[in-house]
């Protein structure tokens, strides 16, 4: 018996959406590698035009909303960022990377509770998720729990045995824990996987420092700045390195540029105060140690450095006085000071 046409007919039809809707997806994939690599290139803003022809031909793409967040992210435009991974989120729930996205947004706040409990769920979502247990290490790192992050970035170098950020993270509390052999070996690894990324360069510059090796640290850290002009971390460091030789004034002028570039990063405030210190500067010193306490409360440090630096700056100021006015009343005064001071005038 003949078949009813219809069913050819529907036939057809269903064959023709399924090869229609294969040719869709597989679109939409290779146009989402297409912004991807421009993300991966740091070509956030021509990634974000690129999302944005996604979004505006899929607009339930979820994995279009995240890439979008991504390249904000990575922009530092983080209430964007926030907005396009919880968008993803709404459109599908079980997507990992947009938990971990919302996830590294907080941990860029300072809100790294919150941050771990996102990227617990990206985990949760996707258990060979190396990056989100990159993620998790480094927000623990951030913590102050080395021992807890060095857990979660084992996990992901054994998931993903090239993964340089977590070489370059696990590095890092190493050096925390003062194992510079460790740490040097991870960032040398980070470095070998991809000699183009300043960060492990700049670590490894600084463990270098820690260890005394300050050619092999000037040498890494130029290498670092050269790589990337605007970053902090490495003028930071390259600044401890050129204080460690009894350079302050090359000390003076990284740290310059590493405050410019972050003007709340303490341990850049407290190292130009001691360049400083070095240069005799003692007022300059003293108003950045006073940085460092506002930023860092309970910094001990500064305040003992305060605190020898206010005395070298009175014992210069009376010695002034002296020198200025041997035989008023003032000088007499202040020789009763320096006594205190246990000084001697002159």
């Not at 979008?68 to 993803?88: I, P, Q, S, W």
């Not at 210069?316 to 002296?322: E, H, L, Q, S």
């Amino acid at each position: 018996m003949e078949k009813p046409r219809f069913w050819v007919a529907v036939t057809a039809t269903l064959v023709l959406s399924a090869l229609a809707g294969s040719a869709l997806a597989q679109d939409l994939q290779a146009m989402l590698q297409q912004a991807e690599q421009l993300v991966d290139q740091k070509q956030y803003d021509q990634a974000i035009t690129a999302y944005e022809k996604i979004i505006a031909d899929q607009p339930d793409s979820a994995e279009a909303y995240d890439g979008r967040g991504t390249a904000y992210r990575m922009k530092g435009e983080f209430d964007k960022a926030l907005a396009d991974f919880e968008r993803a989120l709404e459109l599908k729930p079980d997507l990992a990377s947009a938990w971990r996205g919302v996830g590294i947004v907080h941990g860029e706040e300072g809100d790294y509770d919150v941050a771990i409990e996102y990227f617990e769920k990206a985990v949760q979502l996707d258990p060979h998720y190396a990056a989100a247990y990159n993620s998790l290490g480094a927000a623990y790192l951030y913590k102050g729990q080395h021992e807890r992050a060095m857990q979660y970035l084992n996990r992901a170098i054994d998931l993903d045995p090239e993964y340089t950020d977590a070489y370059t993270a696990r590095g890092a509390a190493y050096s925390f824990k003062g194992d510079y052999e460790r740490a040097l070996a991870d960032f040398s690894k980070a470095i070998e996987l991809d000699s183009t990324d300043p960060q492990p360069l700049a670590n490894r510059g600084g463990v270098y420092v820690s260890a005394g090796q300050l050619d092999r640290a000037l040498a890494d850290l130029d290498k670092a700045i050269a790589l990337d002009p605007n970053f902090d971390i490495a003028y930071m460091n390259r600044g401890g390195a050129y204080l460690e030789k009894g350079e302050p004034g090359k000390a003076l002028s990284d740290l310059d540029k590493a405050i410019e570039l972050d003007p709340h990063n303490p341990q850049a405030l407290f190292n130009r105060a001691l360049a400083y210190e070095q240069l005799e500067q003692f007022a300059e010193a003293i108003s950045d140690y006073a940085k460092v306490i506002e930023l860092v409360p309970e910094a001990v440090g500064a305040y003992y450095n305060r605190a020898v630096v206010c005395r070298k700056l009175a014992i210069a100021d009376c010695n002034k006085v002296i020198e200025l006015a041997p035989d008023s009343d003032a000088a007499k005064q202040v020789k009763d000071l320096l006594k205190q001071l246990g000084e001697e005038a002159g």
